[in-house]
């Protein structure tokens, strides 16, 4: 049986393939439309999903969307009535694309797929739709290596719940209670995304990368005044101070007069306010998911936990329930936004609806390698149509070359297999460093991702070694954790403690300075053998050439533009940035080598402030 999942419309479309219960194929729209965060409806992922799978669209038994719209209109609808006559501009906003698309999301659906199948919209498969959340939770659970365990769902909305929680057992997943909107922990902290000057839905892991600048100076007033924050962990929020259910900003005059000032305006100086306040809304949170998971654990009796949802993405909260939350483990989807949607409302209805068993005690995302491969012949042709000069090298003569390049600190742009599914580049869309550079972030970020300088990467290192720099003593493949760097391979910092916010960037922590954040953390990304092999040998060459099992890992992209997809995607941003060198398959390129770029930076207007 071969099930499609859909998440399209709101943001983060994606289609994901499911056969017999084997995820065959999964990927966002924004990797080949080249729109960040693509909303419309993921033609081209959907496209991919069936060629992966070696079948057309009418081979499909089933497709099922992530949400139900009724219930999301009816929400609305409520909302508006609540609050009359203060949300008439929201209103008139939302209302004229309701009724012309959303409303009738079935047909639309239908009139998508047909355009693309090239049949009429009644010949496409049945359609079916899951509970937003339902979808979240099925992601989280039905995946992981887990037989029975907590499930808790937090984001900013689907149809009314924003934090669910749920018990998995085998192919079975029973609700056990929700906290519904307006009261809402990702819309919270999208306020402050919003508030200290960032783009909401896309900028939340900047204020978490901003935080360890700040002190929680607000924290306090947060607690008192924006939320109720109960002991085990629920909550409501003082409205007061928001807009988002009535408006068109997320948070209001109030809100500004409360904490001393305007909103930051979008790509205006940061101040020590702003640090300071995306440190006491982080440490808010990570008290808010910590209590919430200790009651999930408590109430369901389960010794391991499951999360999905775009609060699933904050992994320094993660960091903390892994570490205190008394769960023996816990896995996150690696796709834990509305992306990830898509895979849960797939794996929703194979378990779920036709009660197909579940294989547990695997990890059945597979290293989240889920999206497109290019043969060497297909990269060639590409390269040779770009005008690309390249040599073309056996693997071992070019692991060894790639290791010693980043030992020269030398940054590596490196394309191979299949495209990560979810926010992560896992190794196959990535650009590496020397994670011993204490130059390296500086220069990736400023001359490669041409983002802020306040932003930290992660480290990739093998499987084996993670103990040797973190305090971590487990598996973490998708980048979904934050552990600290070790105490022994730390650097005295005594003489900058008089530094603050941004003025302690530039001071060396550890022996890995390029991967050490300013309070000795990092969001580690563990290499295996059994997933990617081929880093997993580079990282051994580099290991032993230089003593030292970690790397720089970031995504391959420029700021504000989606990862890259396909060979010519990946040629273009190394060419547009400062990166060394560029590995497609066995291929090697030189910046140096390259043909002169025309001196245009027009492409730079194209991609949207993240």
């Not at 998440?7 to 995820?23: F, K, M, P, Q």
């Not at 495209?419 to 896992?426: D, I, K, N, S, T």
Request: charged share 25%.
């Amino acid at each position: 049986m071969n099930i499609l999942g859909i998440s399209a419309y709101y943001h983060d479309s994606a289609a994901a393939l499911v056969r017999d219960g084997e995820i065959i194929a999964a990927a966002q729209e924004e990797r080949f439309s080249r729109k960040k965060h693509d909303a419309r409806f993921p033609a081209n992922a959907l496209a991919y999903c069936l060629r992966e799978g070696g079948i057309a669209l009418g081979d499909v038994d089933e497709v099922v969307f992530y949400d139900k719209p009724l219930l999301k209109f009816g929400r609305l609808l409520e909302t508006y009535l609540a609050c009359a006559p203060r949300g008439r501009p929201s209103f008139v906003a939302a209302m004229p694309v309701w009724l012309k698309e959303k409303l009738y999301l079935k047909s639309l659906l239908r009139k998508e797929m047909a355009r693309l199948a090239g049949v009429r919209p009644r010949a496409t498969p049945p359609l079916r739709f899951t509970l937003h959340h339902q979808a979240h939770a099925a992601s989280a659970f039905f995946p992981s290596p887990f037989a029975r365990a907590g499930v808790l769902c937090l984001d900013g909305v689907g149809e009314w719940a924003t934090t669910s929680a749920w018990l998995g057992e085998q192919n079975r997943l029973t609700a056990h209670w929700e906290i519904d909107f307006p009261h809402s922990l990702g819309l919270l902290y999208s306020a402050f995304t919003y508030y200290t000057g960032f783009k909401v839905n896309s900028g939340e892991y900047k204020v978490m990368g901003l935080a360890p600048y700040g002190e929680p100076k607000y924290a306090e007033l947060i607690l008192d005044k924006l939320i109720d924050l109960k002991d085990d962990g629920t909550f409501r929020l003082n409205l007061a101070y928001f807009d988002f259910a009535t408006g068109l900003t997320m948070t209001n005059r109030a809100f500004a007069e409360l904490f001393g000032g305007p909103p930051r305006s979008p790509e205006g100086p940061l101040t020590q306010r702003e640090m300071d306040l995306a440190r006491s809304i982080q440490d808010v949170t990570e008290e808010i998911v910590l209590r919430l998971a200790r009651t999930v654990r408590r109430e369901l009796d389960v010794d391991y936990l499951c999360m999905a949802g775009g609060v699933a993405l904050n992994c320094v909260a993660n960091g903390r329930v892994l570490r205190e939350a008394g769960f023996r483990d816990i896995w996150i989807q690696p796709a834990a936004g509305d992306a990830g949607g898509a895979l849960g409302a797939a794996l929703s209805a194979w378990h779920e609806y036709h009660a197909k068993p579940r294989r547990a005690e695997i990890d059945a995302m597979r290293g989240a390698y889920l999206g497109p491969a290019y043969t060497s012949e297909e990269i060639r042709r590409a390269l040779d149509e770009l005008g690309a000069h390249y040599e073309l090298l056996a693997e071992d003569d070019l692991l060894d070359r790639v290791a010693a390049l980043l030992a020269e600190e030398k940054v590596v742009g490196w394309f191979q297999g299949r495209m990560e599914f979810g926010p992560r580049a896992l190794g196959n869309r990535s650009i590496l460093g020397d994670a011993r550079s204490p130059r390296m972030q500086s220069v990736m970020n400023l001359k490669i991702k041409f983002r802020e300088s306040f932003r930290p990467f992660a480290p990739v290192v093998l499987a084996d070694r993670v103990g040797d720099y973190f305090d971590l003593d487990r598996p973490s493949p998708y980048m979904m954790i934050v552990a600290p760097v070790r105490d022994a391979l730390r650097t005295p910092t005594d003489h900058a403690a008089h530094l603050f916010g941004i003025e302690r960037l530039n001071q060396p922590r550890s022996t890995i300075p390029a991967v050490t954040h300013v309070d000795y953390s990092a969001r580690i990304q563990t290499v295996h053998a059994e997933t990617n092999p081929r880093l997993h040998k580079l990282l051994e060459r580099f290991a032993a050439l230089t003593g030292c099992a970690v790397l720089v890992n970031t995504s391959f992209n420029v700021r504000g533009e989606p990862i890259v997809c396909m060979p010519r995607d990946a040629y273009i941003c190394f060419r547009r940035t400062e990166m060394d060198f560029l590995v497609m398959d066995n291929f090697l390129l030189a910046r140096k080598d390259q043909p002169p770029l025309p001196a245009d930076t027009s492409w730079m207007a194209e991609i949207e402030p993240d």
